[in-house]
């Protein structure tokens, strides 16, 4: 090989540097690193230099933060393999679960912080195109002849799933219980979707970038969010008049935490997220809170809307998952053409 | 005297054809990447290049890509020699066994890495034991970087040291030459292109491996984001333009090394024709 | 024949180097490739073999085999064509921007699949340069069983230009002079005597896209559509059961798309060690 000298060694000094750097930085302060999902990036970059400066403020320490970013399911599964995050902010309560069933997050963690250990919570909303040209307003909409929507895959997405589920728990209403009715209507709701993503990132390219569908379903938060970002004038946010409650489920993960001398640490961060503060900023981000003066603040950003929990329809997440998500079950049957 | 297929013609019917179909096919994409990574102009590119996470991860993807070549050149080189120039029983599996990352899905690659050496494998938990943490650290991206990128200097050198025979090295080694000599003075100048072909390869795939470096590395951004991670991370947060600019990158390390291939070759072709 | 072997048997006492390289090589095989390999295995052996019938034909599964394997033999086809012709025009003639065409040739290689699997969506989705111009002729890609095959077809037209690309090269002038002096058409000579010494070289070019084909994963994610039983592929499959944390599915799954892959290369490379003995055989 006749890579110049010069280049070789500026190349191993560069390598050698960016590792050095990220173990001096270890060194000298305690760093937290933070297990998240895929689209809560710009979230906690907002969140985590007012809790470093919270923190210093109250304890006179200079920390460091870092994020871990994935599909909440990858995420869970780094950890179980060895990923020393020491908190998890997840959007899938079922990914905590596996966490507490290896026992690497405490059995009771839903009772360790308020609200089902969910600082902040969302459900499923539509993003329509300028003038709702194909008037959809409510879930039974989305399953008539001509619309076509976008949302990500049920099976590799959490927030495919919650779709799923939010469209199922609908109909069980609607029908009154009837199994019949509801699998009719879901077969015909399934058959809308024009593409399946992988993420809801893939799924919003779609539907913004490509032009495909009516209607993209995601978060209530992701949706305003997408609005925002691709142009308020091009794009309307229909929220159903009932939908599925999403809860962001946070835990501290006690071993490694322990391990790295963040306990306390660990602690803090999440208990911070309660704070009116954190609140304001995740409002700001449209999720909803429970902070009651934030709340008001925010009341003419959030419709109000009917939200079912799936235990309340489902029973658990794990009969959830099992009846309608694993290998060969209800959705796989439904999508059987 | 007339070649097959040099009618004039014909000719320009297959040139104009080749050039259409891979302007299309390979050259639109090229340029689809940097038009959208320009298309807020040079100064938003910049920003994003700039970014200290973006930095840190070009920094990280090159130390393992010239960490990833000399292991896969060594392996390369030996199992070319042994396979091409000496018989044994079991010759033909071995050569296959090579095969294995190609016949692996990267995402199951890095999955089998993680299995073994995480913390619930039965080396990983030993290594747990010990505080030693492989995955999900830049030790671990190596890892299947290299399970990845083994076949390619090996599969360049094969094929062309089994056209070539060994006549020329028993040879060398008749007349006395040294094991060492013989393979660079003779051996070496004969399969150059075929090992730089490799080398380009194993460093292009190495730069740019996604699916598997995804499974181990954990994405903590600023310690084990490699370039590909960030881009699709970038793409995540709605950065099509910090997405296309990382890809830009990549593209650019691929023309490099394309470019210095290709100088190379050119300097060879002409040193032949005075010889 | 009996020289060939002769010279072979021969060389292993020649030659030096014996030890060393079966060290290298049998230590590195052991450790990097099927060491980890267990792990898969492992994972297996947790199933019985019902269970994992079971899991390898369930229909979604299946469907997802069908997708696979017609889009990378169709991919595969298309390459061997088209990288016939790019192997053809790269040896045989002189035209400006020739070098920059060979060069070109490594793009796919030296591209990270999951910046050509975005590129290529943003390209042929409806709004994108190539969408806006086939979809009103009523030709969709992106999205469908198409789109599939183009992203195969782009991350392995290298394999067949640069395999048969050194054979072309290696052709004696005398092979065309021979069929020209008999007066025959270009077609008739290229058919008769140009394909039978290139036909090896393309089989095993066209093979290893096939192989190639099936476990991509990043390049086809973003422009397949991923509709069930439609437009699924096999890895994505694999994915999925990951998602699920089905080890064991995943592994079993894997372990269908690894078989099938190894029994071709094994095919391929006692094509190629045949391929070589006959020419070998031949000259001697």
């Known amino acids: 090989m006749a890579m110049p000298v010069f280049f070789r060694r500026s190349l191993i000094a560069l390598a050698l540097g960016a590792s050095v750097s990220s173990t001096a930085a270890m060194a000298q302060e305690r760093e937290l690193l933070n297990s998240s999902y895929d689209i809560a990036r710009e979230l906690f970059a907002a969140v985590n230099p007012e809790f470093q400066a919270w923190w210093q403020e109250e304890h006179g320490e200079e920390i460091a933060i870092s994020q871990s970013h994935g599909g909440s399911s990858a995420q869970a599964r780094a950890i179980l393999q060895g990923l020393r995050a020491d908190v998890v902010t997840f959007n899938q309560v079922t990914d905590v679960q596996v966490l507490a069933d290896a026992g690497l997050v405490a059995e009771d963690w839903q009772e360790a912080f308020d609200n089902n250990a969910s600082p902040y919570y969302s459900t499923t909303a539509f993003l329509v195109r300028k003038g709702n040209p194909k008037g959809i307003e409510s879930w039974d909409d989305l399953a008539k002849e001509d619309v076509k929507m976008v949302f990500p895959n049920p099976k590799t997405s959490g927030n495919g799933r919650y779709t799923y589920l939010a469209a199922w728990g609908f109909a069980d209403q609607a029908f009154d219980g009837d199994e019949e009715q509801i699998q009719d209507f879901m077969r015909t709701f399934l058959a809308n979707v024009a593409v399946f993503d992988t993420g809801g990132r893939g799924a919003t390219t779609s539907f913004i970038e490509r032009g495909i569908g009516d209607v993209l379903i995601s978060f209530e938060s992701e949706v305003n969010n997408i609005r925002s970002e691709y142009g308020s004038d091009d794009y309307e946010v229909i929220v159903p008049p009932m939908s599925v409650l999403a809860e962001f489920p946070v835990a501290v993960v006690g071993p490694n935490a322990e391990r790295n001398g963040n306990s306390d640490l660990a602690q803090s961060y999440l208990e911070y997220l309660y704070s009116e503060d954190a609140q304001r900023l995740l409002a700001g981000f449209s999720y909803r809170v429970h902070n009651e003066a934030v709340v008001e603040e925010f009341a003419d950003q959030f419709p109000e809307t009917e939200l079912f929990q799936v235990e309340d329809v489902f029973g658990s997440w794990d009969d959830a998952m099992e009846a309608h998500f694993a290998g060969g079950a209800l959705l796989d049957q439904l999508q059987r053409r | 005297m007339r070649r097959i297929g040099d009618a004039p013609l014909v000719r320009r019917l297959l040139i104009g054809a080749a050039l259409v179909l891979s302007a299309l096919f390979l050259l639109l994409p090229l340029v689809a990447i940097f038009a959208q990574a320009f298309s807020q102009g040079m100064l938003v590119f910049w920003a994003n290049v700039s970014n200290t996470f973006t930095l840190h991860a070009i920094g990280l993807t090159l130390m393992i890509a010239l960490l990833t070549i000399p292991v896969c050149l060594v392996f390369g080189v030996a199992l070319a020699w042994l396979v091409t120039r000496f018989s044994f029983p079991g010759r033909r599996i071995l050569q296959t066994l090579i095969d294995i990352p190609f016949a692996v899905s990267p995402v199951v690659a890095g999955l089998i890495y993680l299995l073994l050496y995480g913390r619930n494998g039965w080396i990983g938990s030993w290594l747990d034991t010990h505080d030693i943490q492989l995955m999900f650290a830049w030790p671990g991206i190596l890892m299947v970087t290299i399970f990845v990128t083994c076949p390619f200097i090996a599969r360049e050198l094969i094929p062309l040291m089994q056209a070539q025979g060994s006549r020329e090295e028993e040879a060398a080694v008749t007349l006395g030459a040294s094991g060492w000599t013989t393979f660079r003075r003779v051996t070496l100048p004969n399969i150059r292109w075929a090992l730089l072909y490799g080398v380009i390869l194993t460093n292009a795939r190495a730069v740019g491996e996604f699916g598997a470096v995804s499974v181990v590395s954990g994405a903590i951004r600023g310690q084990t984001n490699t370039l590909p991670l960030h881009l699709e991370q970038l793409y995540q947060d709605y950065n099509a333009v910090g997405a296309f600019a990382c890809a830009a990158l990549l593209a650019f390390i691929a023309l490099l090394t394309l470019a210095a291939k290709a100088g190379l070759e050119w300097r060879a072709s002409r040193r032949e024709a005075f010889a | ?284």
């Open chain 3, 1 to 284: 024949m009996s020289q060939l072997t002769l010279r072979r048997t021969g060389s292993a006492r020649v030659l030096p180097g014996f030890g060393l390289s079966m060290g290298i090589s049998v230590l590195f095989i052991s450790l990097v490739l099927l060491l980890p390999i267990t792990g898969l295995f492992g994972q297996l052996a947790g199933l019985s073999l019902a269970e994992y019938w079971a899991i390898i034909t369930e229909g979604r599964v299946v469907a997802s085999y069908m997708v696979t394997m017609g889009a990378a033999a169709v991919a595969a086809l298309v390459n061997a064509v088209f990288g016939l012709l790019l192997a053809w025009v790269l040896v045989r003639y002189e035209f400006p921007g020739k070098r920059l065409l060979d060069a070109l040739m490594d793009l796919p290689f030296a591209l990270p699949t999951a910046v050509a699997g975005i590129t290529l969506a943003t390209l042929y989705a409806g709004s994108g340069w190539m969408g806006q111009l086939l979809e009103p002729m009523g030709f969709q890609v992106a999205y469908t069983w198409v789109g599939i095959a183009l992203a195969m077809a782009f991350t392995s037209i290298p394999f067949v230009v640069r395999t048969v690309q050194p054979v072309l090269e290696d052709l004696p002038i005398e092979v065309d002079e021979a069929a020209m002096s008999l007066g025959a058409t270009d077609g008739v000579a290229f058919r008769r005597v140009i394909m039978p010494h290139l036909w090896p070289a393309l089989v095993t070019g066209t093979g290893l896209a096939f192989v190639r084909s099936l476990g991509e994963f990043g390049a086809i994610i973003f422009i397949a559509g991923n509709m069930p039983y439609e437009t699924e592929i096999t890895a994505l499959m694999i994915f999925v059961k990951l998602q699920e944390y089905d080890y064991a599915g995943a592994s079993a799954v894997a372990s269908v798309v690894l078989f099938v892959s190894l029994a071709l290369l094994l095919a391929i490379n006692i094509w190629q060690g045949r391929f070589v003995n006959r020419l070998h055989g031949g000259k001697g």
